[in-house]
């Protein structure tokens, strides 16, 4: 297909997109063809100044704009410290409202497959924050697959000495979802974690 | 022509993420060999197929042959090795006989006895067992399997039955006259150690009770085997464990 030139360079960029591929691609690109040059001009430079003013926090890793929002939150339980593997699952977290401590982003899983081993992971830094923070409790908020499981194993293990009480996030069935469907390995988590009503 | 919708037997040895909920699965099948395929939202909450694609998993699978990679339809759990999951060390061990696997096996084609190696190997793992004369009966019998068994009964440039040395690169041994810069020296004891380690059933290992020379022997040996003969290079989750 013969494409202008500046239309072939925007819909190329689009399919670097995660999950977009050249038909998504040529549609976002007739979208903001379409739309008043100040709005993609808005577009284009609310995508400059993302990658320009977010970084990482450097304490607790997660997504930061000049001071971390979690970290520098005198509301939040500052006892309490939630380890995830992605800056993003700090958004889930948050986005149920239910969870007001603070956060360790691991920034990845224990995968040997990929060379990911304890040290990329950035371990230490996370046991010295622990030590020297007056942190009492820590809940693992990995995965729920293999690799998420196995990193949280190891967490329990490397926390053990520091007398903190360590939980993992519990699993079960979704909400709204049928028993029916529901996984052998899900039900007999489901009953391993049932509450007294 | 292949049939649209197939049937198989399989282990999961390796998922990627694909796209914004699937997973793409390395699966080592009885009837098919090892191929990949798709697990559509794999990664959602909600998904039936999540907890039967993941790593470690004995399942029975359905698939519907897309254009690019089969789609899994439809899966059943026979087995699942929990203890991967609950131990870091293990779950180690378990990647690397993955990634072995993975590495030696190219194609579609069956490959009954690596998948009943792996599956035995995963079982084992359950086990009180010396992982480290595990891996290496692992190691030994994969490469057999593949076709690429070490030559341990003469020399391999002679003939000559009394050997001395392995050679990483030739893939056997060695007497002292066609003895080569790369060759290792081992004992008798570590030979007969190979060869058991070659022939005898996976569930076996336990009964074995190397003097720690003729381990450091075993170690030495199997890891230029793998390096140099069989071409492997680097293999990641090596680096990873314990007693290797």
Redesign the interface.
Known sequence: MVYPGALKKLVDMFCRF??VGPKTAQRLAFFLLGCPREEVVAIARAMVEAKDRLSFCPVCGSLAEDECPYCSDAGRDHHLLCIVQEPRDVLILERSGQYKGLYHVLHGA?S????I?PEELKLEQLVNRIRDTGIEEVIIATNP???G???A??LA?LLKPLAVMVSRIAFGL?V??DIE??????LSRALEGRREM | MKEKLFKAEGLVL??RVL??ADRLITLLTREEGKFEAVARGARR??S?L???V???THGRYTFHRGKTWPIITGQD?IE?FNW?????DL??YG??F??LTDRLISGEEPCPEIFDHLLEAWSLFGEDVDRFLLSRSFELKLAHAAGYSPHLVSCINCGEHHVTAFSPRQGGMLCSRCRTADAINIDRGTLALIRRLVEAPLSQVGLLRPLSNQKKELATVSAGFLTYYLDLGEI??R??LKDS
């Open positions: 995660p999950g224990l040997p497959l990929d060379g081993g697959n293999v690799e499981d196995a990193t194993g190891y293990g979704p709204g979802g469907y529901a996984d052998d390995l899900t | 390796r998922t796209g914004e909450v909600k039936k999540a907890a039967g993941d790593l470690f759990t699942r991967f999951r609950e131990n870091p779950y180690a990647l690397y993955s990634e990641k989750s680096l990873f």
